[in-house]
């Protein structure tokens, strides 16, 4: 993971919009380094096959993580679990590439759709009163979202290319 810890990454977890009310940072630096305990993330299953290798629960939000790391292309498949703080609202995480902070992070969120599954919208937070919907600034493929009708909580897929620091 020596990869990862030079590429400083946060996850960000947002409970309602503004953007600017966002607050909840933490680094998953140190989620990779500090294994947690009786994790209900263990018991997690995902439809179509997919799986992670590891899993963390994160201390806000009833959120959770799961990932597996690949280091020979330096990718990271994510599976972001969370329940939107209002029924109908949304949830999202983000990678910081090049600092610990919110401004420059790169946020992939999942908002209720008129259809049945979640809208998936990448964003640029380019400081707290600038937010912009575009591409990340690094490869992400595989984005899907979908909902659990039972538990409300929304699940965010993606695959990210990790910047590999020299
Ligand atoms: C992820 O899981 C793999 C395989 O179980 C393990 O070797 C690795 O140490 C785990 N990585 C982290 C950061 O927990
Ligand atoms: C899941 O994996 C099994 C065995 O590899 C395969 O037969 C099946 O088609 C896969 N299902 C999906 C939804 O990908
Ligand atoms: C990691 O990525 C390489 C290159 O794409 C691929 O050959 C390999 O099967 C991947 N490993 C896993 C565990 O997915
Ligand atoms: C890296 O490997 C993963 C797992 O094999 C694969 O899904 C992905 O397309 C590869 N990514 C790149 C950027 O090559
Ligand atoms: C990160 O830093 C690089 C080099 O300084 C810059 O080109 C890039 O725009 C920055 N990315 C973000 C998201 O701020
Ligand atoms: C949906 O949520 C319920 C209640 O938490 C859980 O028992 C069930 O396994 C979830 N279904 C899927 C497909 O994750």
Same mark, same amino acid.
């Given at each position: 993971?020596?990869?990862? &810890?030079?590429?400083?990454?946060?996850?960000?977890?947002?409970? *309602?919009?503004?953007?600017?009310?966002?607050?909840?940072?933490?680094?998953? !630096?140190?989620?990779?380094?500090?294994?947690?305990?009786?994790?209900? !993330?263990?018991?997690?299953?995902?439809?179509?096959?997919? @799986? =992670? *290798?590891? !899993?963390?629960?994160?201390?806000?939000?009833?959120?959770?993580?799961? =990932?597996? =790391?690949? *280091?020979?292309?330096? @990718?990271?498949?994510?599976?972001?679990? &969370?329940?939107?703080?209002?029924?109908? /609202?949304?949830?999202?995480?983000?990678?910081?590439?090049? #600092?610990? /902070?919110?401004?420059?992070?790169? +946020?992939?969120?999942?908002?209720?759709?008129?259809?049945?599954?979640?809208? +998936? %919208?990448?964003?640029?937070?380019?400081?707290?009163? #600038?937010?912009?919907?575009? %591409?990340?600034?690094? #490869? +992400?493929? #595989?984005?899907?979202?979908?909902?659990?009708?039972?538990?409300?909580?929304?699940?965010?897929?993606?695959? +990210?290319?990790?910047?590999?620091?020299?």
């Amino acid at each position: 993971m020596a990869i990862l &810890a030079q590429a400083p990454l946060s996850v960000l977890t947002m409970a *309602s919009l503004p953007f600017y009310a966002l607050s909840l940072f933490f680094s998953l !630096c140190v989620l990779l380094v500090s294994p947690t305990h009786s994790l209900t !993330c263990t018991s997690q299953k995902f439809t179509g096959n997919k @799986s =992670y *290798s590891n !899993c963390t629960d994160l201390p806000n939000l009833n959120s959770y993580l799961h =990932y597996t =790391y690949n *280091s020979t292309n330096s @990718s990271l498949s994510v599976a972001f679990i &969370a329940s939107p703080a209002k029924p109908g /609202g949304w949830i999202g995480w983000g990678i910081n590439p090049n #600092d610990t /902070g919110m401004a420059g992070a790169q +946020v992939i969120l999942a908002l209720k759709s008129s259809k049945g599954a979640p809208e +998936v %919208k990448t964003y640029n937070l380019v400081s707290y009163s #600038d937010i912009r919907e575009e %591409k990340l600034s690094f #490869d +992400v493929w #595989d984005l899907s979202a979908e909902t659990n009708a039972t538990s409300g909580e929304f699940t965010i897929f993606a695959s +990210v290319k990790v910047p590999r620091k020299s």
